[in-house]
């Protein structure tokens, strides 16, 4: 079976700072890997993901993030945080071929002015 | 706007009953995905079909049950209900691989 952990449920940024989210998966097989993003209120949009084929992929919004096999890490990177990035990120794992998504338990991304 | 649909958008209801959440999906998509969003579970997935058949089974309680209909519109039925179901119900629809569009969800209360 396979799971992700997110580090941290609360991260505070500063606008144009850099925004990092953490994740870990574990997977007895090759994984695909997700960030998803959801407003408040709203459902959940996919930012990106990781299909075993570049390690460094690129998102909407700016965002992206690199599949590190050694590490068992998906990190969600934006170089200058936005005041409209405000909201929580999930990180989620699947075996390939098979999306069956198991969920992190979210990180919420406040960002100060 | 994702173009997934989801009634009601809130409910409330009280231990014992049954409740029906209706799901249409983006237009064009054939796989539907339900999900329960809860403070102490978070994002759990339920269950996907495809083109009207049972494609992936998740975390669902026997007390749960869906169905995808020919228009490709989706419910999920909640009976004998008990005060832990109460929660986001997200439906989600993709062409057939992630889950990558998401209605607003029905948040259901259990009094």
């Known amino acids: 079976a396979q799971s992700v952990t997110q580090l941290g449920s609360h991260v505070s940024v500063s606008e144009g700072a850099l925004v990092l989210l953490r994740c870990n998966y574990s997977s007895s097989v090759p994984p695909y890997l997700f960030w998803y993003v959801q407003y408040p209120n709203q459902g959940l949009q996919l930012l990106l993901k990781?299909?075993?084929?570049?390690?460094l992929v690129k998102g909407i919004n700016g965002f992206e993030a690199e599949f590190k096999k050694s590490e068992t890490s998906f990190h969600l990177t934006k170089p200058s945080a936005h005041m409209s990035d405000a909201a929580e990120y999930f990180c989620a794992v699947s075996e390939a071929n098979d999306y069956k998504l198991s969920f992190g338990a979210g990180t919420t991304v406040t960002v100060r002015a | 706007d994702s173009g997934v649909t989801q009634t009601p958008k809130h409910l409330i209801t009280a231990t014992g009953q049954r409740v029906t959440l209706r799901c249409s999906p983006r237009s064009g998509d054939l796989s539907v995905y339900w999900y329960q969003q809860s403070l102490d579970q978070g994002l759990q997935f339920l269950i996907q079909y495809y083109n009207g058949e049972e494609r992936a089974k998740g975390n669902i309680l026997e007390r749960f049950s869906a169905q995808q209909f020919p228009d490709l519109h989706s419910e999920l039925n909640l009976s004998s209900l008990e005060l832990g179901d109460s929660a986001l119900y997200f439906c989600?629809?993709?062409?057939?691989?992630?889950?990558?569009?998401f209605g607003n969800g029905t948040r259901l209360t259990v009094t």
């Open positions: 989600a629809s993709s062409l057939g691989g992630e889950p990558l569009h």
């Open positions: 990781y299909t075993s084929a570049a390690t």
